[in-house]
């Protein structure tokens, strides 16, 4: 079963850009499945992006063509680029990791990110 850290997180403003890494160890992180979520205000989790062994990858509707997620296979992380960042994108992500599609087996501790001017 892969652990999973996540980085990157912080304090940026509005328009600005962050990248996420989600590091994978006791595993080959391409044999799965990754997800990030995102938790904003209240407690449900909202599914940001995913990145499939094949490399397929998809973005939800609420943050496509501003963030992007990929894969380095050399470093075992899997990273989400944000771009175009706005207040309403703070909060807590964190990355999990599945060998299907809809399974999320481990989980990373999360990362927070700020938005704020």
């Known amino acids: 079963q892969l652990q999973l850290v996540e980085s990157g997180g912080g304090l940026v403003q509005p328009g600005g850009s962050l990248r996420l890494s989600c590091t994978a160890s006791?595993?080959?992180?391409?044999?799965?499945?990754i997800h990030w979520f995102r938790r904003t205000t209240g407690p449900n989790r909202e599914a940001v992006a995913n990145?499939?062994?094949?490399?397929?990858?998809y973005v939800s509707d609420s943050v496509r063509g501003r963030f992007t997620v990929s894969r380095d296979n050399a470093l075992n992380t899997v990273y989400l680029r944000m771009d175009s960042l706005k207040v309403e994108d703070t909060g807590d992500y964190s990355c999990?990791?599945?060998?299907?599609?809809?399974?999320?087996?481990?989980w990373g501790q999360g990362t927070q990110v700020t938005v704020s001017s």
């Open positions: 999990a990791a599945g060998r299907y599609a809809d399974k999320f087996d481990s």
């Open positions: 006791g595993g080959t992180i391409s044999d799965y499945y």
């Open positions: 990145i499939s062994p094949d490399g397929g990858s």
